[in-house]
């Protein structure tokens, strides 16, 4: 088993050998970097001599468990993806903690994170899962990162809802890329939670093929700069925000028509027959063809009325609102008809 303690610090050739000037205790207190990557290390002893550790590179190696770090309040920078981490353990005391890295290992929860309040980076890509299970999110960590938190890589986790990660309201960069999500209207929910959002990946998801996926995402989210790798332009955002606008203000009219009763039916709100106002009106007919005080009418008054008759009884010219949408279907329906 190769264990991470001070003696392979001081036989590594790229520290204490380089520092010949410095005895080792001085050596490791003025240590502020230290990397052991893909080195086959199993496990961390004491490293407390190590005080002004700020970053350390434990990346590729066969760690199972984080386990004495508690020295390392001084510490901003950790990375440990890719080793065989089950469980988030012993963080604590990282009180000043910005950037954890914890990809590629057998996480199944995001947990005990309640005491880094000083997190801005969150990077669980690639967790290896039993089969049929999903990365989840503990609600207490989730609250204890709404204030601080603005990266998070969840990329193939096997993830179908993102629900529970609205509350993180200060998150500028998102990575959910290759999961499960499919929910459209649960995507544009969260997201306008997200005011801060400039960058963000979910492609591989089912939500892709969606009708409109790109549009709807690139309105609700008004600060997005780059989604699923292509970066968004300035003017076609703001082509589709007044679009939005403008499609939203004339359903709010329709609405507001139809609950006063202004509006019954769009495809049935019309009436047969001439305008009241109209010289064919029925009761202006009726009004000519028998006046106060006056006998049988002419031979020529009575052909006038059956030419008004045969008037008033064409249907006028009726106007149906018809949407763009059924006129497409008409279209496609007439030429599978042959028409």
Known sequence: ??????????????????????????YLKKLTHLNFSNRNIEDIDDLSMCRNLTVLYLYDNQISQICNLGFASNLTHLYMQNNNITHIDNLSSLQKLSKLYLGGNSITVVERLEELGELKELHMEGQRLPSGEKLLFDPRTLLSLAESLGVLNINKNNIDDVRDLAILKKLTHFFAADNQLQDMQDLELVFSQWPQLHRMDLSGNPVC????????????????????GKEINELSRQFLINWKASKDAKKKLKDERIMTGQITDPFTDFHMGPHPSSKYNYANILGKRNPPGCGRPSRKVRSEHSQLDSAAMRPRNVKIPVSAGLLSDVADNAKVCGL
């Open 1 to 26: 088993m190769v264990r991470l303690n001070m003696d392979l610090i001081a036989k590594s050739s790229n520290h204490f050998k380089n520092k010949r000037s410095y005895s080792l205790p001085t």
């Open 209 to 228: 093929h969606k009708p409109k996926y790109r549009d709807r995402l690139i309105t609700v989210c008004k600060c997005l700069n780059e989604l699923d």
